[in-house]
């Protein structure tokens, strides 16, 4: 079985920067694709940005797209998000997640799995 764990979130002000990292255990093969979900406290879970293994697609949501930056090491077994230039919005917990199709926004967390425990990250103004 995959199983996903993000971590790397922290506390940080405005205009800072994290680098999230997403350790992944078991099968991991180039036509798999990993995304980031954030989701704030009463809020619907959201896709900021995927890649997909083989072809190094990318994709980013509006609202993080040049500040967002993500990137994998295949040999490794990791996926990572740089975040920059952070806001008090991009305050969420922070997950990374498997699935077949590289896209972001609201309503495709159902087609993701192996959803691990998230990372918080949280931007002071």
């Known amino acids: 079985d995959v199983q996903l764990q993000a971590s790397g979130g922290g506390l940080v002000q405005t205009g800072g920067s994290l680098r999230l990292s997403c350790a992944v255990s078991?099968?991991?093969?180039?036509?798999?694709?990993i995304a980031w979900f954030r989701q704030a406290p009463g809020k619907e879970r959201v896709g900021v940005s995927c890649?997909?293994?083989?072809?190094?697609?990318?994709r980013y949501a509006d609202a993080v797209k040049d500040r967002f930056v993500i990137s994998s090491d295949s040999a490794k077994k990791m996926v990572y998000l740089q975040v920059n230039n952070l806001k008090p919005e991009d305050t969420a917990v922070y997950y990374c997640?498997?699935?077949?199709?590289?896209?972001?926004?609201?309503?495709?967390?159902?087609?993701?799995?192996?959803w691990g425990p998230g990372t918080q990250v949280t931007v002071s103004s």
């Open positions: 890649i997909s293994q083989g072809d190094a697609i990318t």
């Open positions: 997640a498997i699935g077949e199709v590289c896209y972001v926004g609201y309503g495709v967390a159902s087609d993701f799995t192996d």
């Open positions: 078991g099968p991991f093969f180039d036509d798999n694709v």
